[in-house]
């Protein structure tokens, strides 16, 4: 008999959870889903090691120039031949990757403070023809 009480005492509070929770109860709205960013770029391994490339498999590079971690020092020309990674005005930070502000008010997209590149020399993903033109340019490594 105690054996059929703990039954229905069981069957009674599992029924009670199923009607609060949708048969009648008050449903709790879903928690927010947070705003989910993605990262701007990603390692990937080749024979030369690893490496970051964006979203298009472009490879990434670091200018020597850059040394504050709060500005890019290639403008104008520069510009054209080594594209910043652009990130949108309202970017915030995504673990390694923070944006930062250039000289001409558009943000861009740096690695732990080094501002980020694609080479006008890079015609397909997987093209790394940027350390070629000069040594001040150094494909970005997820280790450096």
Not at 38 to 53: D, E, I
Not at 87 to 99: H, L, Q, Y
Not at 116 to 141: C, F
């Amino acid at each position: 008999m105690s054996r059929f009480v703990i039954f229905a005492a069981a069957v009674a509070l599992s029924t009670g959870q199923a009607v609060a929770n949708g048969h009648g109860g008050a449903d709790a709205p879903p928690p927010p889903k947070p705003d989910v960013m993605t990262s701007p770029a990603r390692a990937v391994l080749t024979k030369q090691g690893s490496k970051l490339v964006d979203l298009k498999g472009m490879t990434l590079y670091f200018y020597e120039r850059d040394t504050s971690g709060k500005t890019s020092s290639c403008d104008g020309k520069c510009a054209e031949s080594w594209i910043p990674l652009a990130a949108p005005a309202d970017a915030k930070a995504i673990g390694d990757f923070t944006p930062i502000t250039r000289k001409d008010g558009t943000k861009m997209w740096a690695f732990r403070y080094r501002p980020l590149y694609t080479s006008a020399a890079d015609k397909a993903p997987g093209d790394a023809n940027g350390i070629a033109t000069t040594m001040q340019w150094r494909v970005a490594r997820p280790e450096e």
